[in-house]
């Protein structure tokens, strides 16, 4: 898995009942080290756009950005994901 994409999932798991926008999570995302590129907003977005259409994340309703947050399916997907990569 993408170092990218593995802070993006151990973004979202630090706090599972969080909601987010794209704009929040790409700005949230850790930079573990230095010379490590933070993930663009475009790779979040992506990223956010598959969680959706998986069913990992779940639109919260009347906002006026895409906001959306963790399902329990989610958690417990990118829980597994992450712990079989290490």
Known sequence: MAG???RIYATLLADPTRTW???ELAA???TPTEGTI???EGTVRDTF???LADGH???VPHR???TAMLTDHGRQALTNL???AT
Do not use: A, F, G, I
């Open 21 to 23: 926008t794209v704009r």
């Open 49 to 51: 756009n598959v969680l």
């Open 57 to 59: 994340l779940r639109q």
């Open 82 to 84: 992450l712990s079989s």
């Open 38 to 40: 933070r993930p663009s």
């Open 28 to 30: 949230t995302v850790d």
């Open 64 to 66: 006026r950005s895409l």
């Open 4 to 6: 990218k994409r593995r």
